[in-house]
C-alpha cells in the first residue's frame, strides 16, 4: 500500500498526473481545435473506434445488412490517443467527446452513447429489439445493466489494474470484486438462457459481449488469469454463440487499430472493403 492520501481542500487538475491517459483528460468540455468530419455517400455516418463500446454499434450494423436491412454506413476512424474526439465537428454530434458518435443523414438526427445509438437503429429497422411486451423490457433490462456496470468494468477495474501509473492495492481489488460479481450476475442467468432476452439474439447480446465476451476469452487487460474467467463456463457458451456469428467477426474488425492487420479494417465505406482495404492489404500496397 502507497502513503495516504489527504484531498485538499480544493481539488485542481494537474495535466502531468494520471498515466498515459492523462493529455487527453480535462475537467471541461468543448472543442480544442477545428475540424470538420468526413462524410460519406451513406445516410449513416459512423465515427467511432474499436474499443467495446465502439465495437457495439459496428456489429449492430453489420447484423442488420446481413438481416437484410438497407443500412449501408460509412464508418470513420476517431484516433482517441491524437484527440480527434476534441475536434470541433466530432463534438458538434457528441458534446460529451466519447466514441461511437452517429449522424443519420436520412433524418438529420445525432446519436451519441453506444446503448443510445443501438436502441435507434433497432427503433428506425424494427430489429433484434422487440416491439412490445415482457420480451422488450427484458431485452432492455440488460442492456441498461449493462450500460451501468460497463464502467466499473472499463473505467475500474481495467483502468487500475492496467492503466493507472502505479499498482494500488485497494482500488483492484475493489473492482476485481465487482468485475467477478458481475461476470457470476452473468453466469447464473445465462445457465437458464440461451441469450440474455431469452431465446432471441438481441441487442443486450450485441451490447454486453464486446465487454463480457472479451474478459471470458482472457483479452480484456491481460486479465484472464487473475479474474479466474475460466470458472464462467455459461458465458463462455454465450460468448462463442455470439462472437462466431459473422455479422460479429465483421464488426469487431471496423475501426480497429491493433492485433494482427489482416483483422483491422481503419475505414469501412461498403462490404467489400473487407477484401479490399484490410491493414494487411493498405500495407501491402505500400510496399
Same mark, same amino acid.
Given at each position: 500500500?502507497? !502513503?495516504?492520501?489527504?484531498?485538499?481542500?480544493?481539488?485542481?487538475?494537474?495535466?502531468?498526473?494520471?498515466?498515459?491517459?492523462?493529455?487527453?483528460?480535462?475537467?471541461?468540455?468543448?472543442?480544442?481545435?477545428?475540424?470538420?468530419?468526413?462524410?460519406?455517400?451513406?445516410?449513416?455516418?459512423?465515427?467511432? #473506434?474499436?474499443?467495446?463500446?465502439?465495437?457495439?454499434?459496428?456489429?449492430?450494423?453489420?447484423?442488420? #445488412?446481413?438481416?437484410?436491412?438497407?443500412?449501408?454506413? =460509412?464508418?470513420?476512424?476517431?484516433?482517441?490517443?491524437?484527440?480527434?474526439?476534441?475536434?470541433?465537428?466530432?463534438?458538434?454530434?457528441?458534446?460529451?467527446?466519447?466514441?461511437?458518435?452517429?449522424?443519420?443523414? !436520412?433524418?438529420?438526427?445525432?446519436?451519441?452513447?453506444?446503448?443510445?445509438?443501438?436502441?435507434? *437503429?433497432?427503433?428506425?429497422?424494427?430489429?433484434?429489439?422487440?416491439?412490445?411486451?415482457?420480451?422488450?423490457?427484458?431485452?432492455?433490462?440488460? *442492456?441498461?445493466?449493462?450500460?451501468?456496470?460497463?464502467?466499473?468494468?472499463?473505467?475500474?477495474?481495467?483502468?487500475?489494474?492496467?492503466?493507472?501509473?502505479?499498482?494500488?492495492?485497494?482500488?483492484?481489488?475493489?473492482?476485481?470484486?465487482?468485475?467477478?460479481?458481475?461476470?457470476?450476475?452473468?453466469?447464473?442467468?445465462?445457465? =437458464?438462457?440461451?441469450?440474455?432476452?431469452?431465446? =432471441?439474439?438481441?441487442?443486450?447480446?450485441?451490447?454486453?459481449?464486446?465487454?463480457?465476451?472479451?474478459?471470458? !476469452?482472457?483479452?480484456?487487460?491481460?486479465?484472464?488469469?487473475?479474474?479466474?474467467?475460466? !470458472?464462467?463456463?455459461?458465458?463462455?457458451?454465450?460468448?462463442?454463440?455470439?462472437?462466431?456469428?459473422?455479422?460479429?467477426?465483421?464488426?469487431?474488425?471496423?475501426?480497429?487499430?491493433?492485433?494482427?492487420?489482416?483483422?483491422?479494417?481503419?475505414?469501412?465505406?461498403?462490404?467489400? =472493403?473487407?477484401?479490399?482495404?484490410?491493414?494487411?492489404?493498405?500495407?501491402?500496397?505500400?510496399?
Amino acid at each position: 500500500m502507497t !502513503e495516504t492520501y489527504t484531498p485538499p481542500k480544493v481539488w485542481t487538475w494537474d495535466s502531468e498526473n494520471g498515466g498515459e491517459w492523462a493529455k487527453l483528460n480535462r475537467p471541461i468540455a468543448g472543442a480544442t481545435h477545428d475540424k470538420d468530419l468526413p462524410v460519406g455517400e451513406h445516410p449513416l455516418q459512423l465515427y467511432s #473506434l474499436a474499443t467495446p463500446n465502439g465495437v457495439k454499434v459496428t456489429v449492430m450494423l453489420e447484423e442488420l #445488412l446481413a438481416a437484410g436491412h438497407d443500412a449501408e454506413y =460509412d464508418a470513420w476512424l476517431i484516433n482517441i490517443m491524437e484527440g480527434d474526439q476534441f475536434g470541433s465537428g466530432f463534438v458538434d454530434i457528441n458534446p460529451n467527446s466519447k466514441i461511437p458518435a452517429l449522424r443519420d443523414h !436520412e433524418t438529420g438526427q445525432r446519436v451519441f452513447e453506444s446503448g443510445a445509438i443501438l436502441m435507434y *437503429l433497432a427503433e428506425k429497422f424494427g430489429a433484434f429489439l422487440p416491439a412490445s411486451g415482457p420480451a422488450r423490457t427484458e431485452t432492455l433490462n440488460w *442492456l441498461f445493466w449493462l450500460q451501468g456496470s460497463a464502467p466499473y468494468l472499463g473505467g475500474g477495474f481495467g483502468h487500475f489494474y492496467a492503466y493507472a501509473p502505479e499498482k494500488l492495492e485497494y482500488p483492484i481489488n475493489r473492482f476485481a470484486m465487482e468485475a467477478k460479481r458481475q461476470l457470476d450476475v452473468l453466469d447464473k442467468h445465462l445457465a =437458464d438462457n440461451k441469450y440474455l432476452a431469452g431465446d =432471441d439474439y438481441t441487442i443486450a447480446d450485441i451490447a454486453t459481449a464486446p465487454w463480457y465476451g472479451r474478459l471470458v !476469452e482472457g483479452d480484456a487487460y491481460n486479465s484472464g488469469a487473475f479474474l479466474s474467467v475460466h !470458472e464462467y463456463t455459461n458465458v463462455i457458451r454465450w460468448n462463442k454463440d455470439v462472437s462466431s456469428r459473422p455479422a460479429y467477426i465483421r464488426g469487431a474488425m471496423v475501426n480497429k487499430r491493433f492485433g494482427p492487420l489482416e483483422g483491422q479494417l481503419h475505414e469501412r465505406h461498403n462490404a467489400s =472493403d473487407f477484401d479490399t482495404n484490410t491493414q494487411d492489404k493498405v500495407e501491402a500496397a505500400k510496399a
